[in-house]
C-alpha cells in the first residue's frame, strides 16, 4: 500500500541556517506529494505541494522538488527562523482516492 | 465560515462516558475529512464524506466511533463508551471536492484534544 517515511526528529538547528527534513514515498500511480507545517497550538496548514513529477512546490522560503526517480520529495529552507520551529508532516494523496497519507511528522526546533 | 471551526477544543471525559465533536467546514467544501493524531504518532484516516454520505468508514477504529453528516455541512464524530486509547487530537478538514485530480490539499481544524481519565 501507500506509505510516507520522514526523517524522525526532533531536528535541532540556529537560526539562519540551512534545512533539510526527508521525505520518501511508495505510491502506486502519480500523486500528489504536499507538506504541511502545524505549529504550536495550531491545526495543520498546507506549505506546498507538487503535482507531478520534476514539479517544485515553494512557499515563505521553503522549497521540495517531486523526485520521482528517487521516490522522494525532501523539504529545504536555506535559512531558518525561530518563527520556522514547528512539525512538518509529508503527505501524499494518490490519484485514484481521496485519502492523504501522512508521514509521522518531524518536530523542528530553532534556536535564536 | 472562513476556515474550518472544530469544538470543543479540549475536551476532559470520564472513561465510559460518551463524547461528541463538532466540525464546522468552509462553506461549500463538499469533502469533510476527521483525522486522529496521538501522540508520537502520524494523522491516522477515521472517515471520509462527500455530501452526507460517508464512502469510506473504514478507518473508524470500533464500532464506538460514529460520524454523520448534515446539510452537506456540519459533521459530528460520536465517540461512546470512551476508553483511555481514545485519547488524542482528532482533526477534521475538508477540501473544495474530490475527484480523480484531487490535488488542492485539505484544510484542517484546529482540533478536539480529547483526554479520558
Known amino acids: 500500500g501507500n506509505s510516507v517515511t520522514q526523517m524522525e526528529g526532533p531536528v535541532t538547528l540556529s537560526e539562519e541556517a540551512f534545512l533539510t527534513i526527508n521525505c520518501t514515498y511508495t505510491?502506486?500511480?502519480?500523486?500528489?506529494l504536499f507538506w504541511y507545517v502545524q505549529y504550536p497550538g495550531e491545526g495543520l496548514q498546507l506549505l506546498l505541494k507538487a503535482t507531478k513529477a520534476d514539479d517544485k512546490g515553494s512557499n515563505k522560503g521553503f522549497e521540495a522538488t517531486y523526485r520521482k526517480e528517487t521516490t522522494s520529495f525532501h523539504l529545504e529552507k536555506g535559512s531558518v527562523q525561530v518563527s520556522d520551529s514547528a512539525v512538518y508532516f509529508c503527505a501524499l494523496s494518490d490519484q485514484g482516492t481521496y485519502k492523504y497519507i501522512f508521514g509521522t511528522g518531524t518536530r523542528l526546533k530553532v534556536l535564536a | 465560515g472562513a476556515g474550518v471551526s472544530q469544538s470543543p477544543s479540549n475536551k476532559v471525559t470520564e472513561k465510559g462516558k460518551d463524547v461528541e465533536l463538532r466540525c464546522d467546514p468552509i462553506s461549500g467544501h463538499t469533502a469533510l475529512y476527521w483525522y486522529r493524531q496521538s501522540l508520537g504518532q502520524g494523522l491516522e484516516f477515521l472517515i471520509y464524506?462527500?455530501?452526507?454520505?460517508?464512502?469510506?468508514k473504514s478507518g473508524l477504529p470500533s464500532d464506538r466511533f460514529s460520524a454523520e453528516r448534515t446539510g452537506g455541512s456540519v459533521s459530528t464524530l460520536t465517540i461512546q463508551r470512551t476508553q483511555q486509547e481514545d485519547s488524542a487530537v482528532y482533526l477534521c478538514?475538508?477540501?473544495?471536492?474530490?475527484?480523480?485530480?484531487?490535488?488542492?490539499?485539505?484544510?484542517f481544524g484546529s482540533g478536539t484534544r480529547l483526554t479520558v481519565v
Open positions: 464524506f462527500q455530501g452526507n454520505s460517508a464512502p469510506d
Open positions: 478538514a475538508s477540501s473544495p471536492r474530490q475527484g480523480p485530480n484531487h490535488n488542492y490539499g485539505y484544510t
Open positions: 505510491a502506486t500511480g502519480y500523486p500528489s
